[in-house]
């Protein structure tokens, strides 16, 4: 079993959590986990970058000039990669980087990710988060007050535009609802900031999965 502290805004212990390891799987698949994370990855890639080959080059296809008698070197068309203008030899084209995987292994990989955190004390419960209108500064406080001084993804219940908005302009500080958790998003984030909602929510579901 693990011990979750549950903090409140001014970084107080209000509760404990008793967290049982197999309510994420048991233990880390650290392949699987790097399978979604290069996955993840590989998805938010644009391949849309592309150069001109020969054929796609403007230019005759005539040879310059004659082979041999000339003095000068053996050389063909317009369109050869060996002339300023020419077309690349081995062009870029448009191409999709997209990799699948099943759900039921996304989901597994995203617990992974979470029990790692939980395991290397990297999981900050807080017992409630409400912020009546958009402010920076009340958000930064709490993280301050949290000892968060690094990245950090804070997982809600539900969606709340006013602490997306104050969290947007706090360097290495995303907000996603606990719908969204993704491996890839937990791993790139140092610590991981649960609201005692979203947290609960999260454990009743993977208890009901299991």
Excluded: W
């Excluded at 081995?90 to 395991?119: D, G, T």
Aim: positive net charge.
């Amino acid at each position: 079993m693990i011990n979750l502290s549950v903090y409140n805004k001014d970084g107080e212990q209000v509760e404990t959590l008793k967290v049982d390891e197999k309510a994420f799987g048991g233990y880390v698949h650290y392949p699987l986990l790097k399978q979604a994370i290069v996955m993840y990855s590989a998805n938010k890639r644009i391949g849309t970058a592309a150069t001109k080959n020969r054929s796609l080059v403007e230019g005759s296809t005539r040879k310059l000039y004659r082979q041999k008698g000339t003095g000068n070197a053996r050389v063909g068309n317009l369109r050869t990669a060996k002339r300023v203008g020419g077309g690349v030899t081995f062009e870029k084209i448009e191409r999709s980087f997209r990799q699948r995987m099943p759900k039921k292994q996304r989901v597994l990989a995203s617990n992974c990710a979470v029990l790692y955190k939980l395991l290397n004390d990297s999981v900050v419960v807080l017992d409630e988060l409400k912020i009546e209108k958009p402010k920076t500064s009340e958000v930064a406080h709490i993280l301050e007050n949290l000892k968060i001084d690094r990245s950090c993804l804070i997982m809600l219940g539900q969606s709340d535009e006013n602490i997306y908005k104050s969290a947007r302009n706090i360097p290495r500080v995303s907000v996603m609802p606990v719908g969204q958790l993704n491996a890839c998003d937990v791993c790139n984030h140092n610590k991981l900031l649960f609201t005692k909602e979203a947290f609960m929510s999260l454990l009743k579901k993977e208890k009901a999965s299991s």
